[in-house]
């Protein structure tokens, strides 16, 4: 089976259970300023685990695009990928373990066809400090399905340290293997936040143990002999204090791996082999007359295609490349993938046809990568070529160094990798052929590491208290949000909308197309429009209606974003006159009014340009 056939299985398998098919949202989340990408199926269905009604019912079901910026030192390897897509479904209050479970084992059995018997299952093995019960129904429910194939289906309880003794299928682990939340085991949880234990669901694709990741495999073992293909959450849980108290009505959270249910449907261990990662492979062996399969440049082939796709769908959701937030890791992304083009003797252009290659496989279900297909190709041009002449004044440096002979130290390297953007793999592999030594890898990993820890802290200062955690200065000014974006037409044009959004307790913040730089007067006659409308006491109003309607109402749309049929609708006034109407998941303010209690003020307090053609606006209430 193809990528797209195993994709429509699973919609059409769920479909048939009552869920409704909604599109992936963008890569880029709207108003989540938490995190960079959408990195999972569940991120965009948050609000809806916290009470908001899904506009289409209690039961979704999707294929999202998502992208892990953390894993791009691991690609290279047969399973780890930067962007992959994650199917879900989703039960928000309705079914719960005594469906999901059974309709898992269907799908991946009969729909799928995968060999039971290369099947194996991990459940939560419960925190008594935390008075949070082991998840013996879920075992006990795998354990009949599987005893309906003949299969002996014995229960392991400490995998990690004992292994896998004969007939264990089913494996329990404790908070960090088998709890979910967004933040991680249960003991991590702010107030507040929802999570529940999840039953994983490995393939065994019979590969040899590496013994580098431990004495013992097992089926949570990251030497890629078992691996994951999908994790049923059950969301029953929120903190509350020190303790965990059940929520209301249960919910179930199921991602899966797309790329590795394809894997497994092959046979074969290497998410490089299946259709959508081989028209790049193939690509690129013609271009490079290297082959695949030789172990010298079976990396470089796995990073370039990787990088490639990932990047493409970046651009065809907005995405520009530059120094700060999602801009650097896609500058990151496409200046990796040449350097490992230049490994594999390929010049100028590959990216380019690489890309060609990646729209044509996802176009038809993500129509937004053809209709972007020029401006991705030009901004992969331009980038190469920026790269390229960065490479040179790199390499200058590098001489520098390199004449001084003897020891390359950390500093040195670590100075070429962020000042000039010199890879640091490159620095090593120059020092091998010129005879010179450099310094431990460990002392540049750890200066890495210790610049990434600082740029990673200031992100979490940058963005505390988002609009994830809805705290109610973050809803005024993700009201004040609507209320600049229609001010900004009103004074610019109707040709202006938005290019990305980030809002904090402490401030609100817009990117908007617009082709130059704002005046005092153009600035200052936008705040007088957003007061204006504060002060005159708006209601803003939710509207659940069909798609289409809303788009004759005038709505705005989110970049790069498709919507399902029925969507939800925020006006600032009443639908058949509003001041401002967008699609929108919310919360909001009730009122206008509201934005200015204490006698507070919408101020802009910085304008600037962040790409051709793209401004950014801080703006305050206060």
Same mark, same amino acid.
């Given at each position: 089976?193809?990528?797209?056939?195993?994709?429509?299985?699973?919609?059409?398998?769920?479909?048939?259970?009552?869920?409704?098919?909604?599109?992936?949202?963008?890569? #880029?989340?709207? *108003?989540?300023? @938490? !995190?960079? $990408?959408?990195?999972? %199926?569940?991120?965009?269905?948050?609000? =809806? &685990?916290?009470?908001?009604?899904?506009?289409?019912?209690?039961?979704?079901?999707?294929?999202?695009?998502?992208?892990?910026?953390?894993?791009?030192?691991? #690609?290279?390897? *047969?399973?780890? @990928? !930067?962007? $992959?897509?994650?199917? %879900?479904?989703?039960?928000?209050?309705? =079914? &719960?373990?005594?469906?999901?479970?059974?309709?898992?084992?269907?799908?991946?059995?009969?729909?799928?066809?995968?060999?039971?018997?290369?099947?194996?299952?991990?459940?939560?093995?419960?925190?008594?400090?935390?008075?949070?019960?082991?998840?013996?129904?879920?075992?006990?429910?795998?354990?009949?399905?599987?005893?309906?194939?003949?299969?002996?289906?014995?229960?392991?309880?400490?995998?990690?340290?004992?292994?896998?003794?004969?007939?264990?299928?089913?494996?329990?682990?404790?908070?960090?293997?088998?709890?979910?939340?967004?933040?991680?085991?249960?003991?991590?949880?702010?107030?507040?936040?929802?999570?529940?234990?999840?039953?994983?669901?490995?393939?065994?694709?019979?590969?040899?143990?590496?013994?580098?990741?431990?004495?013992?495999?097992?089926?949570?073992?990251?030497?890629?002999?078992?691996?994951?293909?999908?994790?049923?959450?059950?969301?029953?849980?929120?903190?509350?204090?020190?303790?965990?108290?059940?929520?209301?009505?249960?919910?179930?959270?199921?991602?899966?791996?797309?790329?590795?249910?394809?894997?497994?449907?092959?046979?074969?261990?290497?998410?490089?082999?299946?259709?959508?990662?081989?028209?790049?492979?193939?690509?690129?062996?013609?271009?490079?007359?290297?082959?695949?399969?030789?172990?010298?440049?079976?990396?470089?082939?796995?990073?370039?295609?990787?990088?490639?796709?990932?990047?493409?769908?970046?651009?065809?959701?907005?995405?520009?490349?530059?120094?700060?937030?999602?801009?650097?890791?896609?500058?990151?992304?496409?200046?990796?993938?040449?350097?490992?083009?230049?490994?594999?003797?390929?010049?100028?252009?590959?990216?380019?046809?690489?890309?060609?290659?990646?729209?044509?496989?996802?176009?038809?279900?993500?129509?937004?990568?053809?209709?972007?297909?020029?401006?991705?190709?030009?901004?992969?041009?331009?980038?190469?070529?920026?790269?390229?002449?960065?490479?040179?004044?790199?390499?200058?440096?590098?001489?520098?160094?390199?004449?001084?002979?003897?020891?390359?130290?950390?500093?040195?390297?670590?100075?070429?990798?962020?000042?000039?953007?010199?890879?640091?793999?490159?620095?090593?592999?120059?020092?091998?052929?010129?005879?010179?030594?450099?310094?431990?890898?460990?002392?540049?990993?750890?200066?890495?590491?210790?610049?990434?820890?600082?740029?990673?802290?200031?992100?979490?200062?940058?963005?505390?208290?988002?609009?994830?955690?809805?705290?109610?200065?973050?809803?005024?000014?993700?009201?004040?949000?609507?209320?600049?974006?229609?001010?900004?037409?009103?004074?610019?044009?109707?040709?202006?909308?938005?290019?990305?959004?980030?809002?904090?307790?402490?401030?609100?913040?817009?990117?908007?197309?617009?082709?130059?730089?704002?005046?005092?007067?153009?600035?200052?006659?936008?705040?007088?429009?957003?007061?204006?409308?504060?002060?005159?006491?708006?209601?803003?109003?939710?509207?659940?209606?069909?798609?289409?309607?809303?788009?004759?109402?005038?709505?705005?749309?989110?970049?790069?974003?498709?919507?399902?049929?029925?969507?939800?609708?925020?006006?600032?006034?009443?639908?058949?006159?509003?001041?401002?109407?967008?699609?929108?998941?919310?919360?909001?303010?009730?009122?206008?009014?509201?934005?200015?209690?204490?006698?507070?003020?919408?101020?802009?307090?910085?304008?600037?340009?962040?790409?051709?053609?793209?401004?950014?606006?801080?703006?305050?209430?206060?």
């Amino acid at each position: 089976m193809t990528v797209s056939e195993i994709r429509q299985k699973y919609l059409e398998f769920f479909h048939a259970r009552g869920h409704v098919v909604v599109p992936s949202v963008s890569l #880029v989340p709207q *108003n989540d300023p @938490t !995190t960079l $990408f959408t990195g999972s %199926g569940m991120q965009p269905m948050l609000p =809806y &685990f916290l009470g908001t009604p899904h506009p289409l019912g209690t039961r979704i079901t999707d294929s999202q695009k998502a992208f892990r910026s953390q894993d791009i030192e691991e #690609v290279g390897d *047969n399973r780890h @990928t !930067t962007f $992959f897509e994650m199917l %879900g479904n989703w039960s928000f209050g309705d =079914y &719960f373990k005594d469906e999901q479970i059974p309709w898992m084992f269907q799908f991946l059995t009969q729909e799928l066809k995968l060999d039971v018997s290369k099947l194996y299952i991990s459940c939560y093995k419960g925190n008594d400090e935390l008075g949070i019960p082991r998840d013996t129904h879920s075992a006990g429910l795998w354990q009949g399905l599987f005893g309906e194939y003949g299969l002996e289906t014995k229960i392991g309880e400490d995998p990690e340290r004992d292994g896998m003794r004969t007939g264990e299928r089913i494996f329990y682990y404790g908070d960090k293997k088998n709890w979910w939340s967004r933040a991680g085991a249960p003991q991590n949880m702010p107030e507040g936040e929802p999570g529940g234990p999840d039953t994983e669901m490995f393939y065994d694709f019979g590969t040899p143990h590496d013994v580098q990741f431990g004495a013992v495999c097992h089926v949570n073992c990251d030497c890629g002999r078992f691996v994951e293909i999908g994790n049923n959450v059950f969301m029953e849980y929120v903190k509350k204090g020190a303790k965990f108290e059940k929520l209301p009505k249960p919910n179930v959270d199921f991602g899966g791996g797309l790329e590795r249910l394809a894997a497994a449907v092959l046979g074969k261990g290497d998410v490089f082999l299946i259709d959508t990662m081989q028209v790049l492979i193939i690509e690129l062996a013609a271009v490079s007359g290297k082959q695949y399969d030789n172990a010298q440049y079976q990396k470089s082939f796995r990073i370039v295609a990787d990088h490639a796709r990932a990047a493409t769908f970046m651009l065809g959701d907005g995405v520009i490349p530059g120094n700060t937030d999602q801009g650097y890791v896609l500058r990151r992304l496409i200046r990796r993938a040449i350097r490992h083009l230049d490994t594999l003797g390929v010049g100028e252009g590959t990216l380019i046809k690489l890309s060609e290659r990646v729209i044509a496989a996802y176009k038809d279900q993500y129509h937004e990568l053809d209709a972007a297909h020029v401006g991705i190709q030009d901004a992969l041009r331009e980038e190469e070529q920026q790269f390229r002449k960065t490479l040179l004044v790199g390499m200058k440096e590098f001489e520098k160094v390199a004449a001084r002979g003897g020891t390359i130290e950390a500093p040195a390297i670590f100075n070429l990798y962020t000042t000039y953007g010199f890879p640091i793999e490159m620095t090593e592999e120059l020092a091998k052929e010129r005879g010179l030594q450099i310094s431990s890898g460990a002392t540049v990993a750890r200066l890495v590491q210790e610049h990434q820890e600082k740029s990673r802290s200031g992100a979490a200062q940058k963005f505390a208290g988002g609009l994830a955690d809805h705290a109610e200065q973050t809803i005024r000014y993700h009201t004040a949000h609507h209320l600049l974006l229609k001010a900004l037409q009103m004074v610019l044009g109707p040709e202006v909308h938005q290019r990305g959004s980030n809002i904090t307790s402490e401030r609100l913040r817009i990117d908007f197309s617009s082709p130059g730089k704002m005046t005092k007067e153009q600035i200052a006659e936008v705040e007088k429009i957003v007061n204006t409308k504060i002060a005159e006491s708006i209601d803003v109003i939710r509207t659940d209606m069909k798609k289409d309607e809303a788009e004759k109402l005038g709505a705005e749309h989110e970049f790069g974003a498709t919507y399902p049929d029925t969507v939800s609708i925020y006006s600032v006034g009443p639908l058949n006159s509003p001041f401002s109407i967008e699609f929108c998941g919310g919360p909001h303010v009730k009122n206008t009014k509201e934005l200015g209690e204490g006698g507070k003020k919408f101020i802009i307090k910085k304008e600037e340009a962040v790409a051709a053609g793209i401004r950014r606006i801080k703006a305050v209430l206060e």
